[in-house]
């Protein structure tokens, strides 16, 4: 069995940054979920589990593009964080 190698800085800087990232994109989620819980259903007809689905993928498919085009700066700090220690 072949002992795993040790990272490089840059790998081991590249590997931290992803994981701030998923963080972030996490916190977001449950930012924007939470957000959803305080808005009442109201209109004509109630949702049904269908429309429901479509805003959870809705939801999700936000989160991934804010966090792709830099998020809120979450993942900024926490990677700085995890650097500095």
Known sequence: RKMREPLTPDQQN???K???QLYEKQ???EMLKAMRGTVSEGGFM???N???IFREQLDQE???KWGDRGGI???DMIHKQLLDH
């Open 18 to 20: 992803n994981v701030s």
């Open 50 to 52: 269908a429309e429901k």
């Open 62 to 64: 936000y989160v991934e």
């Open 27 to 29: 916190f977001l989620r």
């Open 73 to 75: 700066g979450l993942a």
């Open 14 to 16: 590249e590997k931290l």
């Open 46 to 48: 109630p949702a049904n």
